[in-house]
């Protein structure tokens, strides 16, 4: 058996929103949505994300979410020139240990989104 995709499901009560933002600012492209826009696919080159209205069965007062979505770029720097006067920044471009140049925007839900490369 073999593991073939990750596709994370990011909850929203602003799914047209969303994708606008993931569009507009991120540069995604939008794969489908549904008519009431409860449900939609966006991606960008090898990332997949769907955005979906949260459904009866899980408890949604917010966007929460106890980590990241980590996206690895061949280019942060250029990225991160494009970005960092578009969104809300957690932090800025800079170089860690464990051997990755990294920065970390919000979303306008407020998931944290980090974008990194290998050094």
């Known amino acids: 058996m073999k593991l073939t995709a990750l596709r994370p499901v990011i ?3 602003q799914v047209k929103f969303t994708v606008e933002f993931y569009i507009e600012i991120l540069g995604f492209t ?4 549904t008519e009431d826009w409860t449900w939609a696919s966006l991606s960008r080159d090898e990332v997949e ?4 209205y949260p459904n009866a069965h899980v408890p ?3 966007p929460t979410f106890t980590g990241s979505i980590y996206i690895t770029v061949d280019n942060v720097d ?3 020139e494009q970005l960092k006067v578009v969104t ?3 932090y800025g471009l800079e170089t860690f ?3 990755m140049r990294e920065f970390a925007i919000y979303d306008n839900n407020g998931y944290l989104i980090q974008f990194g490369q290998p050094v």
Do not use: A, Q, T
């Open 11 to 13: 909850y929203s009560k």
């Open 30 to 33: 939008c794969n489908g949505v």
């Open 49 to 52: 994300i769907m955005v979906s």
């Open 60 to 62: 949604f007062d917010k």
């Open 78 to 80: 250029e990225l991160w």
């Open 88 to 90: 809300h920044n957690c």
């Open 97 to 99: 240990d464990y051997g």
